[in-house]
Each structure stands twice: as C-alpha cells, then as structure tokens.
C-alpha cells in the first residue's frame, strides 16, 4: 500500500513540475510598470525556433537533459529539437539514439520497452535529427543507447509540453 502512495507521489510531482516548466517564461511581464507607454499588450507570433538538445554539449552521455529543459523552456508548438550526436566510432561502444517513451512511468524508470526509436546512431551526426512538436502533448525523450544505461546512469532523458502560443510584450 505504501508503494502505490509513493508512486501516487511521484507522478503528482512530476506533473507539477511539467506544467511549472511548460509555462514558466523568464520574461514575462504584463507591461503595467511601463512609465513611457502606459500600458502593453501581448502580440501572438507564430514563428517556430529550432532548438539544439543540450546546446553546446548536444546529445551526450553524462549531460543532465532534465535541468537543461527545464533551464532552456519553455517549448512550444511546431518548434523543432535538434539531436546532434557523435556517430559510432566502432562496435564496442553504444551508440546514442533517440526514443519517444510512450508515458511518464516509461520516463521514470526508461522502460524502453513499448518506446519508439525515432533516431538511431547513424541520424545524430552533422546537421542532427529534427523532431517537430507538432501535438500539444507531453513528450518523453531518452537515449536508447546500453539498453537504457545512457538513460538510467547518463541522465540522457528529458521531457516537454509545449505552450500553445508564443507571447511577447
């Protein structure tokens, strides 16, 4: 009884933490404090960024994703993730991919077992994989590489909800 309260914790957290992370947005403002023009109204854009996966450091083992999305957020449709990875070198190592987990408990634990591989080792190199948000929906990313040891030990698993709309004042 006490592990479905804990489990029952955990997912209440982590939506917490989704929704905190979808729409936190650094610059927010309601432009009441503006002395010069009085008050502002927010303009829509629709204009989509292309984002690189862990920025400098791209898709590596060892690289915490998590805090970088929650860092780099919020995300929002139709905006593009950018996985640059090294492309094997050899067959003794794993090489990184990129797997959509179907759900929060599949992220929690990297159960890649019902996940979609939806970039393998080869897709990473140059220019990167693309993947578009195109669904107002969380998105569940993880390393396939090991066997889901890039996920479990390489912190390479991060997830988004994309806002909507894109507000600027």
């Known amino acids: 009884m006490g592990l479905k309260y804990t489990q029952g914790f955990l997912l209440l957290v982590l939506c917490a933490s989704m929704l905190g992370v979808s729409v936190a947005n650094r610059n927010w403002q309601y432009g009441w404090n503006s002395p010069k023009h009085g008050h502002r109204h927010p303009k829509y854009t629709d204009t989509p960024k292309k984002i690189v996966v862990g920025g400098s450091a791209n898709w590596t083992f060892g690289f915490d994703y998590t805090v970088w999305a929650f860092r780099n957020g919020p995300f929002y449709l139709n905006d593009t993730l950018v996985f640059k990875y090294d492309l094997p070198k050899d067959n003794s190592t794993h090489p990184h991919s990129v797997y959509l987990l179907p759900d929060l408990w599949s992220f929690l634990t990297c159960n890649l077992t019902e996940a979609v591989m939806i970039a393998d080792g080869s897709q990473g190199g140059g220019n990167g994989f693309e993947f ?36 600027h004042y």
């Open 132 to 167: 578009v948000l195109n669904k107002w929906q969380p998105y569940f990313f993880a390393c396939g590489g090991g066997e889901g040891i890039h996920c479990n030990l390489g912190k390479m698993k991060f997830y988004v909800l994309p806002l909507l709309r894109r507000w």
